[in-house]
């Protein structure tokens, strides 16, 4: 019964979502839904912890929206809008066009914008090593290298493809996955980086590399955008193009990640929202020294406030409501019920272990996130690849990067939505942007750990 609600609600959801119909209100309604069903047909008899309880079941279903707001709009959501404001202030100072406007030059010698969107996709991999979160290095490369691609021709969903999946795969010792991996298989962090995600990760990128390349070039093409034309178009536009040392100002806040980080000067705590906010400062002081005029500076982070608020209306509420429909579909046990039917298949370990990654991209794209299946999993894997004669590590391995990549096929994931709302454009656009790349991720990562491990 739980499985046919959830089958109904979701086929509801994503007609009326097509339709146009606002999806905040869509899935906070299908979560709601499916929350009440779950209480009346007995997989829950709570939607909060009990000290948060109101006393009123119908008042606990909001509390948990209540609840769920406040979490994201200080966490994630403040990261999302930080880096909006941040954004929309180095367009209104001239930094964002002086760095595109350098850069584009030797950039542009390179004769394809497709090759570049390739070759900054790489970097971005790389970088994800370095910034373990897919939303702040996304929001990161949004204000860097979103607008250079843009300029050199690639279409904006195209280009915001790009940055989406940079973090292309959970990997590295700052991963919650790896480290449940980690701990699950009792093996070293560094050993199962090095033995087991490192070799992948690279097949993987150099693939998705290929793919972004083919398949953005060719929808590009297909919807009658030519990068060329393009480029010529937007020459004429009233660009404010700040001083030349403006370049640096986009560049600041991955500066700070990096210059305080493990890979850096150690001993200092550096956020997203930190490096934000000092860049801001930074980049404020330099609009008092550039103009002399403190009553034009001060007026001026008013568009950094502005991009903010926007920002929340548009994409912390779509994540607020993504993961509400994700706890409804929690609460009705549907993922247990998945651990228990893959718990009593009599098949090879080989096959269990494709079998259940499949499934987990599918949870992660229905719930915006891979994680709670896989924790759901996990546990498991070590006594049922026992029994198959099986390598647990290298079917978490699996797992773990059909996890990252469901997230990436998923309108309601928090880095689909925050990279869509900056590019001003919708997040299920987006996912027909990054769906052959990521599918080609794990065609390839499946073969690759069978071949490899």
Same mark, same amino acid.
């Given at each position: 019964?739980?499985?046919?609600?959830?089958?109904?609600?979701?086929?509801?959801?994503?007609?009326?979502?097509?339709?146009?119909?606002?999806?905040?209100?869509?899935?906070?309604?299908?979560?709601?839904?499916?929350? !009440?069903?779950?209480?009346?047909?007995?997989?829950?008899?709570?939607?909060?912890?009990?000290?948060?309880?109101?006393?009123?079941?119908? !008042?606990?279903?909001?509390?948990?929206?209540?609840?769920?707001?406040?979490? $994201?709009?200080?966490?994630?959501?403040?990261?999302?809008?930080?880096?909006?404001?941040?954004?929309?202030?180095?367009?209104?100072?001239?930094?964002?066009?002086?760095?595109?406007?350098?850069?584009?030059?030797?950039?542009?010698?390179?004769? @394809?914008?497709?090759? &570049?969107?390739?070759?900054?996709?790489?970097?971005?991999?790389?970088?994800?090593?370095?910034?373990?979160?897919?939303?702040?290095?996304?929001?990161?490369?949004?204000?860097?290298?979103?607008?250079?691609?843009?300029?050199?021709?690639?279409?904006?969903?195209?280009?915001?493809?790009?940055?989406?999946?940079?973090?292309?795969? $959970?990997?590295?010792?700052? *991963?919650?996955?790896?480290?449940?991996?980690?701990?699950?298989?009792?093996?070293?962090?560094?050993?199962?980086?090095?033995?087991?995600?490192?070799?992948?990760?690279?097949?993987?990128?150099? =693939?998705?590399?290929?793919?972004?390349? +083919?398949?953005?070039?060719?929808?590009?093409?297909?919807?009658?955008?030519?990068?060329?034309?393009?480029?010529?178009?937007?020459?004429?536009?009233?660009?404010?193009?700040?001083?030349?040392?403006?370049?640096?100002?986009?560049?600041?806040?991955?500066?700070?990640?990096?210059?305080?980080? $493990?890979?850096?000067?150690?001993?200092?705590?550096?956020? &997203?929202?930190?490096? =934000?906010?000092?860049?801001?400062?930074?980049?404020?002081?330099?609009?008092?020294?550039?103009?002399?005029?403190?009553?034009?500076?001060?007026?001026?982070?008013?568009?950094?406030?502005?991009? =903010?608020?926007?920002?929340?209306?548009?994409?912390?509420?779509?994540?607020?409501?993504?993961?509400?429909?994700?706890?409804?579909?929690?609460?009705?046990?549907?993922?247990?019920?998945? &651990?228990?039917?893959?718990? @009593?298949?009599?098949?090879?370990?080989?096959? +269990?272990?494709?079998?259940?990654?499949?499934?987990?991209?599918?949870?992660?794209?229905?719930?915006? @996130?891979?994680?709670?299946?896989?924790?759901?999993?996990?546990?498991?894997?070590?006594?049922?690849?026992?029994?198959?004669?099986?390598?647990?590590?290298?079917?978490?391995?699996? =797992?773990?990067?059909?996890?990252?990549?469901?997230?990436?096929? *998923?309108?309601?994931?928090?880095?689909?939505?925050?990279?869509?709302?900056?590019?001003?454009?919708?997040?299920?656009?987006?996912?027909?942007?990054? *769906? &052959?790349?990521?599918?080609?991720?794990?065609?390839? @990562?499946?073969?690759?750990?069978?071949?490899?491990?």
């Amino acid at each position: 019964m739980n499985l046919l609600v959830c089958l109904l609600v979701i086929a509801i959801t994503g007609a009326l979502v097509i339709k146009k119909f606002k999806a905040q209100t869509v899935l906070l309604l299908g979560g709601l839904i499916m929350m !009440f069903a779950a209480y009346l047909l007995g997989y829950t008899t709570s939607f909060v912890e009990a000290k948060k309880a109101t006393g009123v079941l119908f !008042f606990d279903a909001f509390e948990f929206i209540n609840i769920t707001t406040a979490k $994201d709009a200080a966490n994630l959501g403040l990261m999302i809008m930080t880096c909006t404001g941040f954004a929309k202030y180095m367009d209104h100072i001239g930094a964002s066009s002086r760095l595109v406007v350098t850069a584009i030059k030797p950039l542009g010698k390179m004769k @394809s914008a497709y090759l &570049v969107m390739a070759l900054t996709f790489i970097l971005n991999m790389f970088m994800s090593l370095v910034i373990p979160s897919a939303s702040g290095l996304a929001m990161l490369m949004m204000v860097t290298i979103f607008p250079i691609l843009v300029r050199l021709g690639v279409s904006p969903v195209g280009a915001a493809a790009a940055v989406a999946t940079g973090h292309l795969l $959970d990997i590295g010792p700052a *991963s919650a996955t790896t480290l449940l991996v980690s701990k699950t298989v009792n093996m070293p962090v560094h050993e199962y980086f090095v033995g087991y995600q490192l070799k992948v990760y690279i097949i993987c990128g150099l =693939m998705a590399a290929i793919a972004h390349f +083919v398949w953005q070039k060719y929808l590009d093409k297909k919807s009658g955008h030519v990068p060329a034309e393009y480029v010529e178009a937007h020459k004429s536009d009233d660009l404010e193009v700040g001083p030349l040392p403006y370049i640096f100002l986009p560049l600041l806040p991955l500066i700070f990640i990096l210059g305080f980080s $493990d890979y850096g000067i150690q001993g200092v705590k550096m956020n &997203v929202n930190l490096a =934000m906010f000092l860049s801001l400062f930074i980049a404020m002081v330099c609009e008092l020294i550039r103009h002399r005029d403190f009553r034009k500076m001060a007026a001026s982070i008013q568009t950094f406030f502005k991009g =903010m608020g926007d920002q929340f209306a548009n994409t912390v509420t779509l994540i607020v409501a993504g993961e509400t429909f994700a706890f409804g579909l929690t609460s009705l046990g549907i993922v247990k019920e998945f &651990v228990a039917a893959i718990q @009593s298949l009599a098949i090879s370990a080989d096959v +269990v272990g494709v079998i259940v990654s499949t499934i987990i991209t599918g949870l992660s794209i229905v719930m915006g @996130s891979g994680v709670a299946s896989m924790f759901a999993f996990a546990p498991l894997v070590p006594n049922f690849a026992a029994d198959l004669g099986g390598n647990a590590t290298t079917i978490l391995l699996g =797992m773990q990067n059909a996890a990252s990549v469901g997230r990436l096929l *998923s309108p309601i994931s928090a880095v689909m939505i925050a990279v869509a709302g900056i590019a001003n454009i919708s997040s299920f656009d987006l996912v027909k942007r990054t *769906s &052959v790349p990521v599918i080609v991720t794990f065609i390839t @990562s499946t073969i690759a750990i069978l071949l490899i491990h």
